[in-house]
């Protein structure tokens, strides 16, 4: 196997975005190659193959090791925002003389050269603020063993990005020599700490059942475990995907463990070498220092010191320099049949119009409608073979592969995703998806879920972006377009105004509510997220049912945003024929009841066009075109596993990112110093950590990690002792509370599933009032909580601290065990606001919420969520926005440039006024003109920013003219009136320290698109 990057992946990763995602999401699929090199020799280049490492990375396709690697169409990409650094072990301290830095066009405009001898204290030895880009060499003198370049300010609206970085010197003593291509490196250097074993696949001679196979031996998880049948010998063994330079293997050991066994390596899982053997083997953690290249390693066990079988938590494997097997694009193969208009290079318009020139009428419809049963999938467009038209596969999203298939990864739901802020993880995020969506042979993905949060008590609230529109619209787009670049169509729903499972009739809402608060945040998906699909949902609104609604999707999508896609039904939502063809709908999903004979009929008796067939046909076959379904085999497979490791970390990135501290009177982070007794309190904690919601937007876990576990690892070794009570005897719970240093409280509101709505905000199963009783007991009380969106707190004083996780997906326990104990410093910041009682929402009325009388007022207008708390001057418990940190910031300098070429450019300085490294996001709200009729302010931009104590950053905010703009129901349009707009910036809706003053000179039209 070689250890070079493929030819065609070279290219592909020279192009320049957005085509580049699309390049690089073959690096998460499929078979693997060494790419990583874990040394380099003694000579004046010191840093090429040295490990590296970054604040941060794009996405997986650019990590930081890329920039080291000796190749020059491979890069490292940071994430969009400053400070930013990347940094590279040079194994020894040495002279360094030379720094080559080649930038890709995202270059750094400010940026330091630095040098450290522990990677903690940092030298600078170069500094500009001038930076030009291009390949930049630096004469300079330093010493170090550490190298970065630590980045302040950019030249792009992108992050950093070098092809390579180069630090030149001299050594005062021998480092390891490189590797060379299509050989093993040699076990020479220090053992990293990377565990390989986790981007390993695992097999074994047997498993005690199917809860207990040998994949959960290398999933990171201590609470899942391998677990062999009763006899001897039993095998466990990973495959590392490459031959890799093994240093040391971790066993760790579950009750039943052996006491003979052996580690071998293979090259070949044929012919095994012995390199470590024990008669004498003591169970608990074993760490056995090795030394091999191999691609397969195993333990061989041969007495057992139970009468059970063997079992391991955890079968970790250790490499030189860290390297990992990275993966290598899958070849795909033409697609079947020899119609002209396969496999074809003509473009997509010729094509289509080329079929369609070939199809009847029947055949046109039987694009237009799914089947029911279908064989495989959720949803399922039966192809045509005769005309060479493949089958379109549907599952549902939005927080990963839904509908029960297995082998995927349960990401944090979208609320989670929104309290992030953080549009590039939102692409990631997109594209680690619609990865396992193709894997899974889906060609289109039923989400993301963008409609409003009008009210927490909305039993789908968890899918969802929050309650602001705009918000909403910019994770979208991110989302969408990490999906779409991976060969999947993202279909965002439900167009529009769907905010309630259970209504008591038809929404009434007007039209200037629908265009400002409903309908932009699927505009946006299709402007800048270029989405292929929509869907329309089970809304009634103004007495029409969404899916034959002109307003909710001819006018707004096709006619105001430019829309080329197509419009599938939700499931059983289409009640026409010929008002759905008319209004917009293009697909009825699951089945043909309308779409069918009664669509035929329709043509035939002219109530609907032939040429509004063929615009329906053409926009399901132009996406079917666009996303290569005629140029392409069909791949993947409904059964496969697709869920890797680094998937999984992308979840508990996500995770962290987005859980927010609400509340620290001092007690977090904790410590884990000896002596320390932390009581773990609620189910919540344990088995029945609420992770996901219900519905169509549940996913299966591939391997939840419990925060009880995750706590129980953080704290290992330190001498500080955990113990665990579910809480459901409170009495109990109260005693082990008031005997413990500190205690965590894990609640849950049980409330996130599709076709039921909640009554109340308060937890269920008397979760308040056990917080209530562990924190009379102990008030060192921190709750975190797990909540399809807003809930009410009625223990909020009494308790030292508050975590809100919404639904955080599998890697919740890592995450929330990094943030307690200030691994990770809290960054997320709510997507909704949180109100002091049901009395003290915009729908507090029985006429808004559930509606009366056969109609839902949306009467509050376009004063959802935070609008109308600031309109009516009602402080929230919580606002939009909010989210506290470990360490503080400030906001200075603001700057406000008057309006130029339809936009107007804002900047700020965020600083970090703490002692901790951290994020903040900076919030811009515009406030209009009293005379435009709008809410108090509106946010109009974010951004996250990272910084060292200390350490100040610029933010950029570019602002449209649409953001100065609102609907003129006179004319129909969006209109930018002449005057004086408020810009406001802070880090909620509720602190916004900067104001200043933007002047739109004269009144304009403002276009979507």
């Avoid at 905000?761 to 562990?774: E, Y």
Wanted: glycine letters at 10%; charged letters at 10%; a negative charge.
């Amino acid at each position: 196997m070689t250890v070079e990057p493929l030819p065609a992946l070279r290219r592909a990763r020279k192009l320049r975005r957005p085509l580049l995602l699309a390049a690089a999401a073959v690096l998460l699929v499929a078979w693997t190659a060494l790419v990583v090199l874990p040394a380099s020799a003694a000579t004046t280049l010191l840093s090429q193959g040295r490990p590296a490492t970054a604040s941060s990375t794009e996405n997986v396709a650019f990590p930081a090791s890329a920039a080291v690697d000796g190749d020059a169409g491979t890069r490292w990409s940071s994430a969009f925002s400053d400070p930013q650094w990347l940094q590279v072990d040079l194994g020894v301290s040495a002279t360094i003389s030379q720094v080559v830095l080649q930038w890709e066009t995202a270059a750094g405009k400010a940026f330091q050269i630095q040098t450290s001898a522990d990677g903690a204290s940092w030298t600078s030895i170069y500094s500009t603020t001038t930076g030009a880009g291009g390949t930049q060499t630096l004469n300079v003198t330093g010493t170090g063993r550490y190298v970065r370049m630590y980045g302040t300010a950019r030249t792009t609206a992108y992050g950093y990005s070098l092809w390579e970085f180069q630090v030149y010197g001299t050594t005062a003593g021998p480092t390891t020599s490189p590797t060379t291509p299509n050989t093993s490196p040699t076990p020479t250097g220090s053992c990293s700490t990377t565990n390989a074993a986790l981007y390993g696949t695992a097999t074994a001679s047997s498993s005690e059942n199917d809860g207990s196979g040998p994949g959960a031996a290398i999933d990171d998880n201590t609470a899942s475990r391998w677990s062999s049948l009763f006899t001897d010998p039993q095998w466990l063994q990973v495959d590392l995907g490459a031959s890799l330079p093994v240093c040391q293997v971790k066993l760790q050991w579950e009750a039943a463990y052996a006491t003979a066994f052996q580690i071998q390596l293979s090259t070949n899982a044929s012919s095994w070498t012995t390199v470590y053997s024990t008669t004498t083997g003591t169970g608990g953690t074993q760490t056995i220092p090795v030394s091999g290249s191999a691609r397969y390693v195993r333990m061989y066990g041969t007495a057992r010191a139970t009468g059970y079988g063997y079992s391991l938590w955890e079968f970790g494997v250790y490499t030189v320099g860290g390297v990992v097997a990275t993966p290598t694009p899958t070849p795909t193969s033409p697609a079947p049949g020899n119609c002209p208009w396969v496999n074809s290079s003509a473009s997509t318009a010729s094509k289509v119009a080329q079929l369609l020139g070939q199809m009847t009428l029947q055949q046109k419809t039987m694009l237009l409608h799914g089947t029911n049963p279908t064989k495989t999938y959720i949803g399922e467009v039966i192809g045509i073979p005769s005309l060479c038209i493949p089958t379109i596969n549907f599952q549902d999203g939005p927080s990963g592969v839904g509908d029960g298939l297995g082998g995927v990864t349960q990401m944090p739901d979208g609320v989670t995703t929104a309290a992030t802020f953080d549009t590039a993880y939102a692409k990631l995020y997109g594209q680690t998806i619609g990865t396992e969506f193709a894997g899974k042979g889906v060609n289109v993905a039923l989400g993301p879920t963008i409609n409003m949060v009008r009210d927490p008590r909305w039993g789908r609230s968890f899918e969802t972006y929050g309650e602001d529109p705009y918000l909403s619209g910019q994770m979208a787009a991110a989302d969408v377009q990490g999906i779409q670049s991976q060969g999947v169509m993202a279909q965002v729903k439900h167009a529009a105004a769907y905010n309630i499972e259970q209504p008591a009739g038809t929404i009434i809402v007007d039209q200037r509510t629908l265009q400002e608060i409903y309908l932009p945040a699927f505009q946006t998906a299709i402007t800048q997220g270029n989405a292929a699909s929509v869907m329309c949902g089970y809304s009634n609104v103004n007495n029409v049912p969404a899916c034959q609604n002109p307003q909710l999707l001819n006018v707004p999508l096709y006619q105001q945003a430019g829309f080329t896609g197509f419009v599938g039904s939700d499931w059983g939502g289409a009640h026409s024929t010929v008002e759905s063809a008319n209004a917009g709908m293009t697909m009825e999903m699951p089945g043909g009841y309308f779409y069918a004979d009664f669509l035929v009929q329709a043509v035939q008796n002219g109530q609907v066009s032939q040429a509004t067939v063929d615009t329906m046909v053409t926009r399901v076959l132009t996406k079917m075109f666009d996303f290569g379904m005629f140029n392409k085999a069909p791949s993947g497979s409904a059964t496969a596993n697709v869920t890797t490791y680094a998937h999984q970390q992308v979840a508990v990135q996500g995770a962290t990112e987005g859980t927010v501290l609400l509340k620290n009177n001092g007690v977090l982070p904790l410590s884990a110093t000896s002596g320390t007794s932390i009581a773990v309190i609620g189910v919540d904690a344990g088995a029945g950590t609420q992770t996901i919601g219900g519905g169509s937007g549940t996913v299966t876990s591939s391997g939840t990690i419990w925060p009880i576990t995750g706590i129980q690892n953080r704290v290992a070794g330190t001498g500080a002792t955990v113990t665990y009570n579910e809480g459901t005897d409170q009495a109990a719970a109260a005693t082990l509370a008031r005997n413990s240093t500190v205690a965590v409280v894990f609640a849950s509101d049980n409330y996130g599933h599709e076709e039921g709505d909640n009554t109340s905000l308060n937890l269920p199963n008397n979760q308040d009032a056990l917080i209530s009783a562990v924190a009379a007991a102990n008030p060192r009380t921190v709750v975190v909580l797990n909540n399809n969106a807003a809930i009410l707190m009625p223990w909020l004083n009494q308790v030292a601290g508050v975590f809100e996780g919404f639904y955080d997906g599998q890697g919740w326990g890592k995450a929330i065990a990094a943030l307690l104990f200030g691994d990770a410093n809290p960054s997320g910041h709510l997507p909704i606001s949180f109100p002091t009682a049901l009395s003290n929402m915009p729908t507090s009325t029985a006429a808004q919420w559930p509606g009366v009388n056969g109609q839902v007022q949306y009467s509050e207008g376009m004063n959802i969520g935070y609008r109308w708390y600031d309109a009516r001057n009602v402080a929230p418990l919580f606002p939009f926005g909010f989210g506290l940190s470990y360490t503080t910031f400030g906001f200075s300098n603001l700057h406000v440039n008057a309006i130029s070429g339809n936009s107007a450019t804002v900047t700020a300085t965020v600083t970090n006024t703490g002692s901790r490294a951290g994020t903040e996001v900076a919030q811009l709200y515009v406030g209009h003109p009293a005379a435009n009729g709008e809410p108090p302010h509106q946010l109009q931009g974010f951004q996250r920013v990272t910084l060292n104590p200390g350490a100040s950053a610029t933010v950029t905010f570019t602002l449209p003219m649409r953001a100065f703009a609102h609907w003129d129901t006179a004319s129909n349009t969006w209109i930018a009136s002449a005057g004086s707009y408020q810009i406001l910036v802070g880090d909620s809706s509720r602190n916004l320290p900067l104001t200043g003053t933007e002047t739109v000179p004269t009144t304009v039209t403002v276009p979507l698109h």
